[in-house]
């Protein structure tokens, strides 16, 4: 099966969800959110059907691939699109206070579909080798994100989150073409897997613009993965966004943006003319974002703000597993973390949708004595917070294992003896959690009731943190 | 019979799961912990002490590329260790009270501490041991928060964060011994880690047994890491403060003897003046800080950072005699400890005071919880008869052999017999005797539960005091000759 064909059911998938949605008069708009779930998964049974690259020399094979960390990188965008949909329909009430009343659920179905455009692109951009392609399909990824971004119309924190997501978002594609021209300029390609033999071509003086196109391409890409002195707009942006869309920024766009990354580095990282400075950026890349990300999110009194530097802090974590690239064990590691992080990350953010929405807010002190009001809710942070931190038994710990285990293999000593110190430091925001949770007398006693849908996804995601960090062999099979 | 050894494990979570799902918390946990208190009878009277060495083995393959396997295993000290926890848990559970806020909640952590604990002592795998052990803590913290009394967050978020960064510390430790082994030789298994040193392969610095030792320590409160221990205890609700005290501290102990003493004879030999000088802050100091102690549990409290000291003393002698002396003491202190706190909440229940100034003369009403409280004190104190007393008799003999640099802790461990009976004892009169003070004139006696829950622990205290070869000869085919 050709590999551009699962993108492009996604898109055709997407299409008739729009028609439906413009002609139908049901105001049953939660039915779409089921729909394209459905469709989404039939989507991802699919992409286990062996697929072919295209044929070298076709014109597909000069802008996508289909190696094994497309294959699984695509699942997990599908996997990450499918949780988002389920979560739609719950957050149907939030939505209808702030968007204009004149026909009943306007507004609703859109915020349904638009994901499986953003999917799509994001889709593409994990299979892409050209950067012609993958700034294309991240254009179509990241428009799409800023309307779910501002989605909040009557909420000033929703505007100001998608501006600022907006104009910071324009900032780095301004970053990434204009890197992309430098790149272009001293190699005369734009593909990946023709830059290595165009640069062992190169002369001398050619490296240093060279170098200057590739570091306004990691600028573009920091401010993607969100990794330290790029991550301002993080905290902000989460919490101003839908929660659910929040929740799906911080995993399926990283995660594409790793990949990039990921293509990028490996087609330079052993490269004699560049490589030294390269490891040098993103080692000192990986030590900022974990030094900033974690002590950053200390003093967070916001849930969504704590999980948005906490998302900061993985950042630093995964590039501590890309500056040891080197190692073959890399790109597995980075690829499970990615697994485990969407299980816990998603699951927290499915909690506080249901927290906040029955409180009113979302400060940590909203889930004050929740273990009372809903032992569901509760024990689902209690993993999730678990595995964020890195506790035996759950994915984050077996995750964090793998990347300790790189970093050290290729001799990161440095880079390891300070991620022992932001564990640490995970361990004290992370329990802040947990102990409102238990330890804190709640608000009102009346108990929390948590729909249908959600409880589904509580549980699958729950039972794979649990799953994969007792089990994590199939997982990393999937990437060797 | 290794499945045996496995079940010993699941059963708690099993039981946790039915709990989570809705079954009566108090009687399911009771049930899966009994059970589970045959399985471990029936594995300790199983074992074949004549083969010795690793028995009941059983494997799972988690990250074979990285060496990790679940590799569960019992030799002689393990199963001393598990008919340890698994004694202190059904005590535990039995005493247990109905609780008003989350009763489902406090059953399934008490079950998972004791499946974290028998699962950490089980593990062959070093990775597993430590994780267990981390499975064991949490729900401590939790029951601690949620149950405890008195300035209940500031003792759990103390104990949280030492034992959070001691264990981290442990962490670090455990993967510097990983990357010290020569490449191709690399693995986590205990047993293969035994043979690696004994084959000269392993040379591992002292700086990571540093780490291990300050990793460890810190579990079992060693001076002076041990400021978390007290207060946690005090207060922890009483169950909560059996397990942890009476088993899951004893981990630390069990990793030393299980890591340390083999895989580092040099740098154990290097760095024992240290040990020693922190022995001797632990029976020393902390013995006078017990004495000027006001309240029952506190004092209770500091009195088991203090024995751990004995314990230590028995590690650094290094030899034979005194390491079996510290295994014997650490299943005598494990049950006689859990008594004490377990009555100690029962006097708590009834005078809602464990201050010694308001106490007083409560012997005359409730005879049978005063017995059992001389008991559990004497038992504290080392009284002949007690396993304690083997224990400790034990640990002198070794560290005395080891040499003259023992001569001062020894001595100074002699003389904190002296001071435990000061503090021990006074305790005993200032709560039971004395004159009746007329708000305890009708306290209840000691209820039939709770009396045989208690009686459970002191009955192979004096089963090992008088036979204590039925622990030595077990605990006796871990250790090296």
Redesign the interface.
Known sequence: MNTLYLEIAVVVLGIILLMVESYSASANKARLAWIGAIGLFGVLLLSFIPQHAPAPGSPAAAFITSDLLSVFFVRLILAATIVFLLTVPSFFPALRISLPAEREGGGLGEFAILPIFVCAGLMWMVSAVDFIMIFVSLELATITLYILATYLRQNTASLESGTKFLILGALSTGFIVYGISWLFGTTGTTNLLALPSAIAALPEAAVTPLLFGIGMILVALSFKISAFPFQFWVPDVYQGAPTPVTSYLSVASKAAGFVVLIRLLGALWAIPAVSHQIHAVITLLAALTLIFGNFAAIPQTNMKRLLGYSSVAHAGYLLMAVASLSSK?AVPAIGFYFAGYLAMTMLSFVVLQVVSEATGGDEISRFNGL??RS?LLA?AMLLAA?SLAG???TAG??GK??V??VA?KQGHYGL?ALG?VT??AG??YY?KV??AM??QQPAEETSIAVPGALRFLIAVLGAAIIAFG????PI?AALR | MSLLLILTIVLPLAASLLI?AGADPRRTSLVAAVVNLAFSLVLFFGYDRTAGGWQFLSEW??????GINMTLGADGLTLVMILLATLVTVSALWVAPKVE??N??YHVSLLFISAGVIGAFASLDV?FL???H??AL?PT??MI??WGTGD??AA??KA??YL??GS?VL??GL?ALY?SIPSGHRTLDLRELDQLATSGVLHPSALIYLLLLVGFGSLVSLFPLHSWAPGAYACAPPPAAMLHAGVLKKFGLYGLIRIALPLFPEAMHELNGLLLLLVVGNILYIGYVTVSQKRLDWTIGYSSVMHMGYIFLGLASLNMIGVSGAALLMFAHGLSVAAAFALCGEIRRRTGTLEYSELGGIARTAPVLALLFGFATMASLGLPGFANFAGEVLVFFGATAAGSVMVIPVIVAVWGVVISAIYMLRAYRNVFWGPVVQRWESVADIASGAKWAVILLLLPLMIAGFYPQFILKMAGTALPH
């Open positions: 064990m273990g009372r032992p024990g678990a506790i035996p038994f710990f077996i294992l793998l300790f285990e050290l390891v022992c564990v640490a361990f004290y329990f947990i102990r238990y330890w007792v089990y994590p062999a990393l | 989570m393959k988690i990250l074979p590329k990285l806020k989350y489902g909640l990775l430590y994780s267990f981390e499975l949490i913290f939790l928060g949620i209940r967050q759990a978020w949280t964060i959070g960064l981290f962490l670090i993967i990357i």
